[in-house]
Nanobody, 121 residues
Framework: QVQLVESGGGLVQAGGSLRLSCAASGRMFSNYAMGWFHQAPGKERVFVAAISLSRNTYYTDSVKGRFTISRDNAKNTVYLQMNSLKPEDTAVYYC???????????????WGQGTQVTVSS
């Protein structure tokens, strides 16, 4: 069992930055691929970024060059650095863990409760 707790969300002006953190409890964090998804009001939860066991990274097109995912296995934590934020980035951001291979789909085993990111224009 893995428990995920996100933090770092908030209100920021367009063009600003935020860093989200996701702390994982449980064993063998290094054996999980990690992902970030977001969900805007009235919309489906969609893929944002993911990092594999070997630290290969994947991004949805709309955040490439602006967002960076990273992981610190010693701290059981995954991060999402978000720069040049836009109003359309406003959503609840969820951290997710998947045993083994990385995925850009929603087939993750564990999910956090989410953290709100609001970008004002």
């Amino acid at each position: 069992q893995v428990q995920l707790v996100e933090s770092g969300g908030g209100l920021v002006q367009a063009g600003g930055s935020l860093r989200l953190s996701c702390a994982a409890s449980g064993r063998m964090f290094s054996n999980y691929a990690m992902g970030w998804f977001h969900q805007a009001p009235g919309k489906e939860r969609v893929f944002v970024a993911a990092i594999s066991l070997s630290r290969n990274t994947y991004y949805t097109d709309s955040v490439k060059g602006r967002f960076t995912i990273s992981r610190d296995n010693a701290k059981n934590t995954v991060y999402l650095q978000m720069n040049s934020l836009k109003p359309e980035d406003t959503a609840v951001y969820y951290c997710a863990a998947k045993w083994g291979s990385v995925s850009t789909e929603r087939d993750y085993n564990y999910w956090g409760q989410g953290t709100q990111v609001t970008v004002s224009s």
